[in-house]
């Protein structure tokens, strides 16, 4: 990658987005363009066009998405389905009609079916039934790799382009959404954690039998393993996907309950009361473990382990969610 190249991160304000322009600037790419939004509505056919008619960025990482935990994507279906839908739909044909070579797409290990052999593979994808508590945003989310390989198709060979899409884990870490219905696993349990021992509570209550099996994977190494993708040299990466199936799994390479992630979380934060779970609510997919062959192949590996990560991520939370509160 040359170093001047401008690029877009589109989401940057995002827990994945701002991960991947801090790791850009590490790796010292400084002409980072950006828009809030406000500035820029990615659900917006003609502005989206205009932006990028103006900006003419070199690179596009698109990580802008509607996103949310079970309670979130069963009280909004149709905002998760349209929302995304629109999104990448913009972005990614503005992105070819305005000439960017290179685009990376993020999607979701929600993408895979529900009973999906476990670790899931990328060729599990499309093999069977969704699980039905997020499947408005699984569709939307597998559109765009099949836009990306779509445009790579048509337009690949003509046009020269080289749109990729990685399938990251569950991610947590700086930030995330700590929102008290819509947050994710983890951080709803940090912040819930963290009340219940400024509250003194003796009990906290969590969703479920507490037995589904989860991976996590801290969002700078989701960010290092973007830009790693985006590096790859062409030739070595069509070697190792198919035009149909160019997706890559990104995780850590083992999965924990979500009995035993709370208990972790409890600890880090400090909580001394009792772990209780309520199976009468839904426990989602019972198990979702990566197969991350592909990309260690490649040459890429997780490196922060889930104890470091909690750490960092609770650290976060008191120093920008607490304060900002």
Not at 13 to 30: C, K, N, P
Not at 312 to 325: C, K, P, R, W
Request: charged share 20%.
């Amino acid at each position: 990658m040359n170093k001047d190249w401008k690029i877009y991160v589109a989401g940057h304000l995002g827990m994945v987005g701002s991960a991947i322009v801090r790791t850009l600037r590490i790796h010292q790419y400084e002409n980072i363009i950006t828009r809030t939004q406000a500035e820029l509505d990615l659900t917006d056919q003609a502005a989206v066009r205009a932006f990028f008619e103006v900006e003419k960025p070199d690179q596009v990482y698109l990580a802008a998405a509607r996103v949310g935990g079970i309670h979130a994507n069963h009280i909004y279906p149709a905002e998760f389905i349209y929302e995304n839908l629109m999104i990448e739909a913009n972005v990614i044909d503005a992105a070819f009609r305005c000439g960017v070579k290179k685009l990376l797409f993020l999607g979701s290990s929600c993408l895979y079916p529900k009973l999906a052999p476990q670790p899931m593979r990328e060729d599990a994808l499309l093999t069977s039934t969704l699980e039905h508590t997020n499947e408005p945003y699984a569709i939307a989310k597998i559109a765009g790799i099949k836009l990306c390989e779509s445009y790579n198709r048509q337009y690949g060979a003509s046009y020269g382009i080289d749109y990729r899409s990685v399938m990251p884990t569950n991610l947590y870490g700086p930030g995330d959404n700590y929102h008290q219905e819509n947050a994710h696993v983890i951080p709803a349990l940090i912040r819930r954690f963290h009340e219940a021992k400024i509250n003194r509570a003796s009990k906290v209550t969590i969703w479920g039998s507490g037995t589904p099996k989860r991976e996590f994977l801290y969002v700078d190494d989701m960010a290092m393993a973007c830009v790693y993708i985006m590096n790859i040299e062409k030739t070595v990466f069509d070697q190792h996907t198919k035009p149909m199936l160019s997706h890559i799994n990104v995780g850590c390479g083992h999965d924990i309950t979500i009995r035993e992630v709370a208990e972790a979380i409890g600890n880090v934060v400090g909580y001394k009361g009792e772990i209780a779970f309520d199976r009468n609510m839904p426990d989602g997919t019972p198990r979702k473990l990566m197969d991350s062959s592909l990309i260690n192949t490649l040459g890429w590996q997780a490196e922060i382990g889930l104890e470091e990560g909690l750490e960092m991520a609770y650290g976060d939370f008191l120093e920008n969610y607490i304060t900002q509160s």
